[in-house]
């Protein structure tokens, strides 16, 4: 059995998104469909999903989201672009694959 079967076996890991980043980023729903690529409205978007997935579950503060992938614009227009990156991410994924933290935004229940 491989890890990746292994890990499909874990207690809950049906209601659990993924994220892979080796090769070509590949992203599954809970449900199990793979997201196909056109489904991310701009680049940014899933830059911004392999940046949190690279962060393993810990929160990044806002503010370094911004300036990593809107580094160009100021602060209240990075952090619209932000918020639509992330409510385009939670429409793909599910609404609670990102979570605000106090210390900024992380993936939820995600391998």
Known sequence: MNAHEKRREMPGSATRCEVRLLGPMLARRTDGSIVHPGEWTTAKTADLLRLLALSEG???????LGDALWP???AEHSRASLRTAVAQIRRV??????RREPEGLALHDAW
Request: proline share 12%; with cysteine; hydrophobic share 30%.
């Open 72 to 74: 160009e614009v100021d």
């Open 58 to 64: 810990r929160p990044i503060p806002v503010e370094r």
């Open 93 to 98: 994924l599910g609404r609670e694959c990102i």
